[in-house]
């Protein structure tokens, strides 16, 4: 399977604390090749090569478990 990229923000991203933690498990997700979270723009650049559905449920449920007010919308 190809490599894709997409890029998701993080609405409601409150520091940099909850973007690195929400980076470290997104990256041990499997088919994850690599993962980004810019606590500035609250934006996560993701690259995969795994079902996308099953991958941003995944994200959301890693996401709300460090900050239950993320939204989690594809750019």
Same mark, same amino acid.
Not at 18 to 33: E, F, M
Not at 49 to 65: A, K, P, W, Y
């Given at each position: 399977?190809? &490599?894709?990229?997409?890029?998701?923000?993080?609405?409601?991203?409150?520091?940099?604390?909850?973007?690195?933690?929400?980076?470290?498990? &997104?990256? @041990? @997700?499997?088919?994850?090749?690599?993962?980004?979270? +810019?606590?500035?723009?609250?934006?996560?650049?993701?690259?995969?090569? =795994? +079902? &996308? +559905?099953? @991958?941003?449920?995944?994200?959301?449920? &890693?996401?709300? =478990?460090? +900050?239950?007010?993320?939204?989690?919308?594809?750019?």
């Amino acid at each position: 399977m190809a &490599i894709t990229k997409k890029q998701y923000v993080l609405e409601g991203l409150c520091c940099g604390n909850c973007a690195a933690k929400i980076q470290n498990d &997104i990256q @041990l @997700l499997s088919g994850v090749k690599n993962a980004e979270v +810019d606590a500035t723009t609250t934006i996560l650049s993701i690259e995969f090569d =795994s +079902d &996308i +559905d099953t @991958l941003v449920d995944d994200i959301t449920c &890693i996401s709300v =478990s460090h +900050d239950e007010d993320i939204v989690v919308k594809e750019v």
